[in-house]
């Protein structure tokens, strides 16, 4: 970073560019994993930048929005609009482009289900990226499925990640249920998050024992619109026509903003995670421990989740202290042994509390000490930060990383 | 259709309309299957025409652009842009808007791989969508896995159906290798064609015996850029830049005009045949034959596709007529078994051979003829015509529902 930093500068000044974003960006741009096959841009280059082209002859202003900044692009002689973001973190980032005032996806990129919608989202290549890559190892299966919840009187779509193995054998497995943040869905931590390779190459490595991995939606109002469990372009549940967005306060993206998971710290209704622990407990729980060989106990069965996940995780967990015994909070505040009524108890099978914060996320300073408050009352306290990241995908990635080898040992 | 065609004229005429693009639309539009449950756009009305709205208040020209025709929208004071289709056929279609020359993605809509790119999609409610609706049955899993290719020398994904019970009993199950069309890929059956739930329900209705479902990418090529076979937003596979589009011709949209599958009819590659061939029988089938519970025979072993993919099917099959059992080509061309040079080996295993077209296909008068041939030589020929679709997927989704009864009896 120092020596690219200098770089940078050296540039500036030789150009003449006052700040870094008038700076000419460096001319090494490339296609990224998330660029359509077929399409040529966005690319990214060694400064991180993001280039967008689009073909808009007619148009007046076309803008490339991204991390709540909007870069205006500029028209060649053949109509078509070029541009850069200044330099992006490392990771996952949802983006969008705005022509002539309308908010569309990049026709070259990739789509993500984020911010409480699907569209555009970009991979700016990480230095650490070997840990989730797709290599030649044993793979797992990322299972989409459907099953009756009696909570919501629905039939909802769960994702279940099953380890290499799972079909060969006869085992039972321990399990992790999985969350995903606030505006996300069920697909977000197998298509984002990258969750099955992360535990594929974890466990080709040796560093992580083979288990399941449980997505869900949780982002539910049973009160109100069901919100999530409409598995997308299926006929016979077609969701009620609006409602749902205002019954779900706190969901939308910034007003005339790129989508930002969180932006402005995660604001969670906090009846997500009463009304998801019932399904849990009352449908999910059940439902993969009927279907799957899971071994049905509180020493084999984990909770983790990021942002609202983690919320909920946490509250979950608070509750229900004799379901889970490791705890996984990815940017997700602090949980304080304090919050256990009967400690004695709960350190008997809880082995693993982890947090997690992104280096520039304002959490992150706390999570040490909360760690150490738990290793205090006997039960394995850890924090990670993740260095440069913030309130993203890559600090969710590296913290399932990190989290996944401590479990079911 | 006749009385609903006498309400058109009826209204047209008592608004003074001239022909049915300029009748008022009938105002019963509704969200569809396939509009992101956030938004309220894109919308169907009872005549099938598609309303899209979309915020632009700088731009000049907002066309919707379906089914290779444009359709100009009109703002209101708010600088929103709103419009309507023509009348479309039942079922599922690609779509793009057009926003001062840039063609893009609906915001609003769910996307899909089809026509060579990721882009919208509308499903339009059909009289029959209840055989690929979403049901409180038993379900089966789609399972998403990578495995390696000798042939490509590459991590390929691939998907699998496995059928209700599949993970409870220790049987062996019967195959279909089930191909998509030119310009899509792996995720064409599951996302689209909704493969998992027409067997669900069949399986539950008893029509159907349960089988695996195998779905892997045929637009291959082996001599010159892999195609398909980099599973999108994953690193450790990014294409090379550029070649794929040129080395593969027939792929692409026709210019200036929303992506239409096999437009003008379809038009192969014959190399794909061959060369997915390889991969086929080379890494695939010992892949599943080793992988999950098969019965790995001619007789319990089955393949059948769409436009392109039946007639890789066809090739393959004449190629190799020792290796299934079952024939299945959906709006393909026509089968003879004139073809076959030793027909009295081939009919001592085949025990099916299934054409069909949409309707409204020029395929559709020669396939009864064709199905007759086989029957005459002791092979149960089968056509099926879809009713008032083209080369689209209500033809193909009724194609596998009217197919799957015939297999492994």
């Known amino acids: 970073m120092k020596y690219r930093s200098i770089a940078v500068l050296l540039t500036a000044a030789l150009t003449g560019g006052i700040c870094l974003a008038q700076t000419a960006p460096v001319e090494d741009f490339k296609k990224t994993p998330t660029t359509q096959q077929e399409k040529e ?22 803008q490339l929005d991204i991390g709540g900044v909007k870069y205006d692009l500029k028209k060649d002689e053949k109509g078509v609009w070029t541009g850069e973001s200044a330099p992006q973190d ?14 569309v996806p990049d026709p070259g990129s990739l789509y993500y289900y984020g911010a409480s919608r699907w569209g555009s989202g970009i991979e700016i290549p990480a230095k650490d990226q070997d840990f989730y890559a797709l290599k030649n190892v ?41 969350q995903h943040g606030m505006g996300e869905n069920e697909t977000g931590w197998g298509n984002q998050g990258h969750a099955n390779l992360i535990m594929d190459n974890l466990i080709a490595e040796g560093k992580s024992v083979p288990f399941i991995i449980v997505m869900e939606n949780g982002s539910v109002n ?10 997308g372009g299926i006929p016979g549940q077609v ?29 969670v209704n906090v009846n997500f995670a009463a009304q998801f622990e019932k399904i849990l407990f009352d449908d999910l729980i059940p439902y993969i421990e009927s279907n799957f060989r899971v071994i049905g106990d509180q020493s084999h069965r984990a909770m983790a989740g990021l942002s609202m996940g983690g919320m909920q995780t946490h509250s979950i967990v608070v509750a229900n202290p004799d379901k889970f015994s490791y705890v996984g909070m990815f940017s997700s505040g602090t949980f304080s042994p304090s ?71």
Chains 1, 2 share one sequence.
Do not use: C
């Open 239 to 267: 969701a009620p026509q609006g409602g749902a967005a205002s019954a779900a306060p706190g969901q939308g993206a910034p007003a005339g903003n790129a989508p930002r998971m969180g932006a402005g710290g995660p604001r």
């Open 90 to 103: 490392e990771g996952f980032h949802y983006y969008q482009l705005n022509i002539d005032g309308a908010s």
């Open 339 to 409: 919050e256990i009524k009967d400690i004695d108890s709960f350190k008997k099978k809880t082995k693993v509390v982890f947090m997690s914060f992104g280096g520039r996320e304002g959490g992150s300073a706390r999570i040490g000490a909360a760690a150490e408050e738990w290793t205090k009352v006997g039960i394995q306290g850890v924090s990670y930060v993740s260095p440069e990241t913030a309130h993203e995908w890559q600090s969710w990635r590296r913290s399932l990383h990190e989290f996944a080898p401590l479990l079911f040992r």
């Open 138 to 178: 044993p793979h797992g299966q990322l299972r989409e499925t459907y099953y009756y919840s009696t909570a919501t009187k629905s039939v909802r779509r769960v994702y279940i990640y099953t380890p290499p193995g799972y079909d060969k054998d006869s085992k039972k497995y321990p399990v992790l249920y999985l």
């Open 222 to 231: 049973l009160n109100g619109m069901p919100r999530g469990p409409r598995p």
């Open 41 to 62: 841009y966005p690319q990214v280059n060694s400064e991180r930048r993001v280039r967008v082209s689009i073909p808009a002859p007619e148009a007046q202003r076309v």
